[in-house]
């Protein structure tokens, strides 16, 4: 069997000629590069619109028989520019007009996910022909059960349609078919997953996700000048980091590669010299005792305490099925001898707080329960943690020094995240604090 590379591009990088040129480039760069998934085209510049959210955008205004001329002409202008910018003899121009002429007059026929796919659709159209290469459409590859799960099956027909090991596929990635023939489009950002889908499909050697930056930082660069770039995180320590905000790819993404153990190189567009941050496989060594540090905000702690908690069978998870009878998820519960917190999502928690904490009163007769809003989660990950000792001592000291209270500890069993809960206000002191403590 050939090696060879899935290579995912992101918006910014089909956003106009310039960048399909950069993307051709990159794919007769390296002849193992042999299946491209592309996005919709992104934003040329920060003013503008991404073509996705015009496509939204022209639905709903088509499904209220409203004046959809102005998003649509966006669209339109877009592909119609990169198709004469790099001379393709594509009819692209009657595509567009067949659509436009469905909204106007069959919207029923029409529905959402059908016509923000179309993002996708289109440019894959371009870039195939651009290269040279022959367009599959991810329709007739990846294939959603009634619970929207990719079925084991699609994995099969991609290996079958795609299974000429010299020849360049072109698909759009974002979606599939649904359960009642229709088209279905992922979450948002998922043509991440259609490459991971495509790389496992094919057994890819590796899926390169190509996008505007150089890979991971240590920490966000908004917070920290200048983190360093993380040359390998592993698809546990990505999991943390993304939880906690650290955003690269879909979170979706990960599980196809992780099932082969197939690389994921982020890579940049703009600068394809860069090697960019290989996600894979947990490393036998690592050269900093951390990879990452992530933070996130909105989170509240809900606190109880009772005398004699720890000898009440059944207390932890009868004050659980209460906030899962509203709805509510939790996101960790470290707990005392008779104390007991739950940290929640606040915007989750609002809606149903005064219920919530009328179930606690009357159900578990606490001596005291209480809210806390404004919580943020710093989250410290590496697997140079693991069997440290100093470690946890290290992180807890740097922030004593800056005199940044810790509202909430938590060390999984598996060693590689502290997780510390501060005030909102601190957090981004927090990191730093952090940041600089195990990063010389
Ligand atoms: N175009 C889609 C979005 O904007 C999917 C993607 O880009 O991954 O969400």
Known sequence: MADRIVCKFGGSSVAEAKQFQKVKAIVEGDKRRKVVVVSAPGKRNPKETKLTDLLYTTYDLASKHLDFSTPWKMISDRYLDIAKDLNLATKIGDDLNELENKLKNEIEMVTTDFLVSRGEFLCARLMAEYLGAQFVDSYDLIAFDERYRITPKSYETIAQTLADENKLYVVPGFYGEG????????????????????????????????????????????????PKPISYVSYREIRELSYSGASVLHDESIAPCRAKNIPINIRNTNRPEDAGTIIGPTPETTDYPITGIAGRKGFSMIYIEKSM?????????????????EGLSYELSPSGIDSMSIVVDTKSLDAVQEAVLEDILLQMHPDRVKVFPGISLVATVGHGMTNKVGIAAKLFNALAEKEINIRIIDQGSSQINILVGVDEANMEDAIRAIYAAFVK
């Open 179 to 226: 359960p009642h023939k229709q088209v279905k489009t992922f979450s948002r950002g998922g043509s991440d997953i259609s490459g991971a889908v495509l790389a496992n499909g094919i057994n890819a050697i590796v899926y390169e996700n190509w996008t505007d930056v150089s890979g991971l930082l240590m920490t966000d660069p908004r917070i920290v000048e200048n």
């Open 309 to 325: 908690m720890n000898k009440e069978v059944g207390f932890g998870r009868r004050v659980l099925a209460i906030l899962e009878g």
